[in-house]
């Protein structure tokens, strides 16, 4: 190409499109980087911004497919390395930096992406702990988003097992890394909760690189925990691995199987709680008992007490006591031995089976002993009013009837029990079981 | 759902056994309490017998029905 040596007119397009030619031919695959401003993104889909350093700039283009393809976004101020080709805009005249492939600089594409989404779902509040659901203490299904060939199933299936958790495990296999994982493991999710009958999800995959683990980054996976209505354990890659769904998921384990020994608790755990409240539950009925017991003893003692002032009749109401006492306590020990002996087997049994022969047994003898106790109650009530008619027989007037009499001193009245007392002249009363008589001492005798 | 019933009926069982232990009730009340503490254990026991030990796969047909398929592990073949 001669340009320069005869005088030759070019349009503005031509030398554009020889400038063009030039630049495309020396420029085809160019390593850039410098700082992003006047960052646009309009509908087309492309991206526009200007590059700029200390002492230049330069606009870059980057084109819809190659746009998409990114996981990060860009921000004005942002320092980015850029591969592409340089070109002219014709229409302009201005040349552009066109880039296929973009990565931050300094920090690396995918930690850049994971720190935007992670930043964006923040402020919407995705992290919440107020959001978090709490875990069953017994589920009854687990539903499992993972891959069916993977490590995690077998480590998850694994622990179950060794636990034997009684529990029914559901798997949606997805694909866990690759095109339209993310995609495939959040329409699992929306699915378990259409299917409803699981009771918690335990969503992730073995361990792997950053790039493996992607797909656990991506919002659309994120959203779908969010959305949740059973609550999600995630377990993705080992314990250093921290992804986007460990913080949207109401519990995140540091690994597969602490999910499975996180969601499950043992069945001898369980059965040891069990078996722990069920005695108490039965000790706890055992002391009301003897409590009661005790206060069955009190109201003998109540009753028997006057009685004690009666002479011969309190050797029959003794007799009464005793009786009704050793009654009630037979009654209460045999129902006391059987309550231990039940709750015994309680412990050393199936508790709950027995249990319930014991709560039936239990309410036929507590009617019994309801029944039992006021008989008894009442029984021993008709007894001390009969003894009340037999304490007249010792009434002052009864023995008056018999030949005795009463001797008071006259006028104060006193009775005279002693005799030695008297003296010669002192005035008495006697009382006769008809009327009375005046008399005068003559002579007291001490014996 | 199941779940939700058997921690309530976990809980029952422990309020029965607190307020037994509390010993502020009659003996009619202990009774009570103490029945509906053996009917809670007796619940508790029984979900723990009845969830099955099945492993399978969710697939969701074209449909949007639901079927579950045997799922084994390659090992235990």
Redo the contacts between chains.
Sequence with gaps: MDLFTEKRILTVSQLTQLIRGVLEENFEHVWLEGEVSNMAAPASGHLYFTLKDAGAQIRCVVFRASARAMRFKIRNGMGLVLRGRVSVFDQRGEYQFIAEYLEPKGIGALQLAFNQLKEKLAREGLFDELRKKPL?????RI?VVTS??GAA??DI?TVLKRRH?????????VKVQGEGAAREIAAAIR??N??REV?VLIVGRGGGSMEDLWAFNEEVVARAISASRIPVVSAVGHEVDFTITDFVADLRAPTPSAAAEMVVRS?EE??G??RH??T???S??G???S??RERGEGLIRALKDPSLLVGHLAQRVDDQAARMKGALNGSLRRRRERLDALAHRLQIM????E??R??ER??IL?AGMENAMQRLLDGLREKAAVSGARLHAFSPLATLDRGYCIARRHPAGEIVRDAGLLEQGDRLGLTFRHGSARCVVESADES | ????K??TV?KK??D??HK??G?E?T??E??KV??E???A????????????????????QKD?A?I?RE?S???DR
């Design positions: 069953p203490g017994l589920p009854r539903g069916a060939t199933v077998h299936l958790a009684p529990v029914e495990v559901l798997i949606i296999p699915d378990f259409l299917y009771d069945r369980l059965e709680e069990l409240l069920t108490r539950l039965s706890a009925m002391r009301k008992l409590g009661a199936n508790p709950a089976v249990a319930e014991c709560r239990l309410l507590s | 759902m199941a779940v939700e058997f921690e976990l069982l422990e029965a056994v037994l232990e010993g009730l003996l009619e202990s009774l103490f029945e503490g053996v009917k254990a007796n619940f508790c026991v029984k979900k723990l017998d009845e969830a099955e030990k099945k492993v399978e796969l969710l697939l969701k949007g639901f579950k799922f592990l390659e090992e």
